[in-house]
């Protein structure tokens, strides 16, 4: 699953997305880069769970 983060802006922030997915699933594969603003999963979460996780942590999301 491919996701844009706007306001995910430096590695403090793609650190925290990061966490903030292996929450949600402790197996999930994440590759931040706030250099484009992309987040790259695998995880066996439904997707609306992703995207209401990372809205509930200040870092709304949407689908590529």
Same mark, same amino acid.
């Given at each position: 699953? $491919? ?6 802006? +430096?590695?403090? +922030?793609?650190?925290?997305? &990061?966490?903030? *997915? ?5 197996? @999930?594969?994440? &590759? ?6 992309? #987040?790259? /999963?695998?995880?066996? !979460?439904?997707? !609306?769970? /992703? *995207? $209401?996780? *990372?809205? @509930?942590?200040?870092?709304? !999301? #949407? @689908? $590529?």
């Amino acid at each position: 699953m $491919k996701l844009h983060v706007e306001n995910m802006t +430096c590695g403090g +922030c793609a650190g925290a997305v &990061s966490k903030t *997915l292996t929450r949600l699933d402790e197996n @999930a594969k994440v &590759s931040a880069d706030p250099a484009s603003r992309t #987040v790259t /999963v695998e995880t066996s !979460a439904a997707p !609306a769970e /992703v *995207l $209401k996780a *990372l809205d @509930a942590a200040g870092f709304p !999301a #949407v @689908a $590529k």
